[in-house]
């Protein structure tokens, strides 16, 4: 079975400064891909990030960037200049099969507070 | 992009009625959507996988009677929570996969409250 840990429930930031949200994954299969999702307040989740398995390089999305170790199983959510609007609930999710595959399991969630 | 719609955002209905909830794929086609339920301060749980044409496949712990999955069309998939009880409360939130090599796409999710 695959599982998501994350072990900061909650984190704070100062504006414009950079934040690691940490995310380990246990799973057995051999390929899979590793997902980073944005909850605001409103409810709504939004797609930040993908890394497959097989990916040599570390995934990049304007600010956000995954810091994949494959070898630790953890695939850490790094947001550069942090901004008010980033205040929210940071879930990882990891897929099995390939690239974009089903069956996500979503980790217990970071909330982000960015300080003005 | 693409782009899921779930309808209603918000619902409130009395014990024991049943509500109905929309999820649409809107400008693509999704063969399977899955359906999660999440309580406040909790992580997503997947509920259900919705699968065009033939009958949902269920997460273990999940009642079929209690959430009638129907996924009638390429489009559209409803989720109905029937005898709703006041634990049946949660945000319920629903998504799709518009293609092969595309992440999971949500809709924005419903509020159900039971009273």
């Known amino acids: 079975a695959q599982k998501i840990t994350q072990t900061q429930p909650g984190m704070f930031v100062q504006e414009k400064e950079a934040v690691t949200l940490d995310c380990t994954y246990d799973t057995s299969d051999p390929s899979y891909g590793l997902f980073w999702y944005k909850q605001p307040s409103s409810g709504e989740m939004i797609f930040l990030i993908y890394?497959?398995?097989?990916?040599?390089q570390n995934a990049t999305e304007g600010r956000y960037s995954l810091n994949f170790q494959k070898a630790r199983k953890s695939a850490n959510l790094v947001i550069s200049a942090s901004q008010l609007g980033d205040s929210a609930m940071y879930f990882c999710?990891?897929?099995?099969?390939?690239?974009?595959?089903?069956?996500?399991?979503f980790g217990p969630g970071t909330r982000l507070s960015v300080l003005p | 992009g693409a782009v899921v719609s779930q309808h209603p955002s918000r619902v409130i209905c009395k014990s024991g009625t049943s509500v109905k909830i929309e999820c649409r794929s809107l400008d693509f086609q999704a063969t399977t959507m899955f359906w999660y339920r999440q309580f406040p301060k909790q992580s997503l749980m997947l509920m259900a996988t919705s699968n065009e044409g033939s009958k949902a496949t269920y997460e273990q712990g999940v009642e079929k009677d209690k959430f009638l999955i129907n996924h009638a069309s390429l489009t559209l998939s409803t989720l109905t929570v029937t005898s709703a009880h006041p634990e049946d409360s949660s945000f319920y939130i629903c998504s799709a996969i518009p293609a092969g090599d595309s992440p999971l796409h949500f809709g924005n999710g419903t509020r159900l409250t039971v009273t």
């Open positions: 999710a990891i897929s099995r099969g390939g690239n974009y595959g089903q069956n996500f399991v």
């Open positions: 890394q497959g398995s097989y990916d040599q």
